[in-house]
């Protein structure tokens, strides 16, 4: 589809609306007028195939006594609904998150619940109505909202986060700015730790002069545990901070040892990620992932012993998978019964390979191994308890965390719901100072490569300095 608009900022939320209803040959031109409280939305459509235009208006008022950032808000959600009312309607379809792009469904709807938009056991009817979002997402949405009991709004208390963008293989769905340990010399490794160390450095004495309390930590990537013993060891020597919830990346089994486990129990680590994405071996080999189940049972069963809470990890839509092969993978995991399971929808960005291999993709059976999914772990005693979604994700879905016995992690809910202050360390790490008074969110982020972030670690800590003055 191609999107011309007379209004250049709402160009690229057009776009990736209209995308979200696939590959179609229309021309759709958007053109507003404004006059005092009243915007008019004219929409021309052409099909390219068929050789008819059609033409849509609609209205709206738009109070002037708001604020700018207020007008921006509503503008853009009306022109979007306008959109999607088009498109559903032309296409004889409907999206199961209705007009909402972006990443956090659930903090537009706590945003939505805190202006008094309307009572939080009237949300998900909110969001039908408002956003066209589907039943089952609206749902979904709700009941998330109830799970999330942790959150605590205070400019002090804030969140680490240490990224470590290494490992062991790059996998084909794989986006994210990280590097196959095996093509760096150690000398490249120790430097970046190096670095790294420099940054915490740096860190701890801001936490000492804002008085700031460490909430949880979270070391990611990236798969940190694909480092050895010793240098694994120099990482987790580097948080001194007392936490309850501290939880460190090891998502490839293969990179799990006993020592390894034994050093994160030693340094106060709680969590731990081991993410299998599915338990058929055909498809992990076509992926690019080179563990086996067996790998994967026994690092969690060692895990289990030492006492830590474990998350994994799963993918609906993974190349060569049907929904018999997902539900075989879902059954694997009850039998497991790990503290938190999240699932992820498959998102084909364009800095991954699979990008370029679009004919080994199946969107068929996706919606169904999602819904799957959801209600095979709800009936067996999990709960979903935080939600975002990515662009490029098959059929515009959504990953979603799921937990059990309380075993939330609180890291992951501050992050996507914004409500706390996060300290990044490292190559690609962001921070994200929350304002929760003034409601302003602000955003720093380090070099995102390697060598980059080696060169650049004197400004990038001046940088850290200034940003937390």
Not at 399 to 409: A, I, M, Q
């Amino acid at each position: 589809m191609v999107i011309k608009t007379n209004e250049p900022s709402l160009e690229l939320d057009l776009i990736d609306l209209a995308n979200l209803f696939g590959q179609h040959n229309l021309e759709i031109e958007h053109n507003a007028q404004k006059t005092s409280g009243k915007v008019q939305n004219y929409f021309t459509v052409k099909d390219s195939d068929n050789g008819f235009i059609q033409s849509f208006s609609f209205s709206y008022d738009l109070d002037e006594n708001l604020s700018d950032l207020e007008k921006k808000s509503i503008t853009k959600k009306m022109v979007k609904n306008h959109l999607y009312q088009i498109l559903s309607k032309l296409l004889k379809t409907s999206l199961p998150w209705g007009s909402l792009t972006g990443v956090r469904p659930t903090k537009l709807a706590r945003d939505m619940i805190e202006k008094g938009q309307t009572k939080e056991y009237l949300v998900a009817e909110a969001l039908e109505k408002e956003f066209y979002l589907s039943a089952e997402k609206a749902k979904l949405v709700a009941n998330i909202l109830k799970n999330q009991k942790c959150i605590i709004r205070n400019d002090n208390l804030v969140d680490l986060y240490i990224n470590i963008p290494l490992c062991p293989t790059r996998c084909l769905y794989c986006s994210f700015i990280s590097h196959q340990i095996s093509t760096l010399k150690e000398s490249e490794i120790d430097e970046y730790l190096d670095c790294l160390e420099k940054e915490f450095d740096e860190v701890k004495k801001i936490v000492a002069e804002k008085a700031y309390i460490i909430r949880t930590v979270y070391i990611g990537g990236g798969t940190p545990s694909v480092l050895d013993e010793k240098r694994f060891e120099r990482l987790l020597k580097m948080v001194s901070f007392a936490v309850n919830e501290f939880t460190v990346e090891c998502g490839r089994a293969d990179t799990i040892t006993e020592q390894k486990l034994e050093l994160m129990k030693k340094y106060g680590v709680s969590r731990i990620s081991i993410n299998p994405q599915s338990f058929c071996q055909a498809t992990l080999k076509r992926i690019g992932r080179a563990v086996t189940n067996s790998q994967v049972f026994e690092a969690y069963s060692k895990a289990l012993e030492k006492g830590f809470v474990v998350n994994m990890d799963f993918i609906a839509g993974l190349p060569g998978e049907r929904k018999a092969t997902f539900k075989k993978t879902m059954q694997t995991a009850l039998e497991l019964y790990p503290h938190n399971i999240t699932i992820h929808t498959l998102s084909v960005k364009n800095g991954a390979e699979l990008r370029w291999q679009q004919e080994i993709l199946n969107e068929k059976d996706v919606e169904a191994m999602v819904s799957l999914a959801e209600n095979i772990l709800v009936e067996n005693g999990y709960k979903p308890y935080y939600l975002y979604r990515q662009k490029n994700q098959l059929k515009g879905l959504e990953n979603v965390g799921y937990f059990r016995d309380e075993h939330v992690c609180v890291f992951n809910i501050d992050s996507m719901e914004e409500t706390n202050t996060i300290i990044g360390v490292g190559a690609g790490a962001m921070s994200k100072r929350v304002f929760n008074i003034e409601k302003k969110i602000e955003r720093q982020h380090n070099d995102k490569f390697l060598r980059d972030y080696c060169q650049k670690i004197e400004k990038i800590i001046e940088d850290k300095r200034k940003f937390f003055k």
